[in-house]
């Protein structure tokens, strides 16, 4: 089956400083992808949707300049975390459209952040 | 836009008994509803979704139901096992949209 790794699975770093995470789709092409945060005990909340080749769209509220996403290829998407703070330690989760069906989804193993 | 409410946020129930999540929705548009289960520092598994064309789906002791008309929809586990005690999301797609708009999540805890 389709496969979505990302990577690293985990990161601590300093408050004020930049943190990439990698989202990709391994055997097959994802044209659109789609970045979720997660804080302890609560839902997945769409951050942006990551697409392929041209600017990615933010969900309401959600920072574009501190939460930079670049989709240079049909099989990586970027998150860049710009300026960490405390606040942003949260488990971070990219997902991509299967293409077998419509609205299916595969998911990456997240990310978890920890800005200290 | 859409937005998905979950319940009960935490469900406890006795190993071998049936466990019932419930899911409303208010975007008629929106014509996929997935369920996923989510262990801790994990990421979200699909264990069963439905389409706004099928009203029933059922995979051995995991079955969802749907209510067009009301917007709510269900996920039914049946002959409970230690396994699925877990985190459970329902979530509601839009047409063409694809994106997931995911429900509070309820906690599943299958007592032995």
């Known amino acids: 089956g389709a496969v979505v790794s990302q990577h690293p699975s985990w990161v601590i770093c300093k408050s004020g400083t930049s943190v990439k995470i990698e989202c990709r789709s391994l055997?097959?092409?994802?044209?659109?992808m789609f970045w979720y945060r997660q804080f302890p005990k609560q839902s997945l909340m769409l951050m942006a949707t990551s697409n392929e080749g041209s600017k990615a769209t933010y969900e309401q509220g959600v920072e574009k300049d501190k939460f930079l996403i670049n989709h240079a290829s049909l099989t990586l998407s970027t998150l860049t975390v710009t300026s960490a703070h405390p606040e942003d330690s949260s488990f971070y989760i990219c997902s991509a459209p299967s293409g077998r069906q419509p609205n299916e989804q595969f998911f990456g193993p997240g990310t978890r952040l920890t800005v200290l | 836009g859409e937005n998905v409410e979950q319940h009960p946020s935490t469900l406890s129930v006795q190993e071998g008994d049936s466990a019932v999540i419930k899911c409303t929705y208010s975007d008629s548009a929106s014509n996929y509803f997935p369920w996923y289960k989510q262990e801790l520092g994990k990421r979200p598994q699909l264990i069963i979704d439905?389409?706004?064309?099928?009203g029933e789906k059922k995979d051995q002791r995991i079955a969802v139901t749907l209510n067009k008309t009301a917007k709510h929809f269900s996920l039914h586990i049946t002959e409970t096992q230690p396994e699925d005690s877990a985190v459970y999301f329902c979530?509601?797609?839009?047409?063409?949209?694809?994106?997931?708009?995911f429900g509070q999540g309820t906690r599943l805890t299958i007592n032995p």
């Open positions: 979530a509601a797609s839009l047409q063409g949209a694809q994106k997931l708009v």
């Open positions: 439905i389409r706004s064309n099928v």
């Open positions: 055997d097959f092409q994802a044209t659109t």
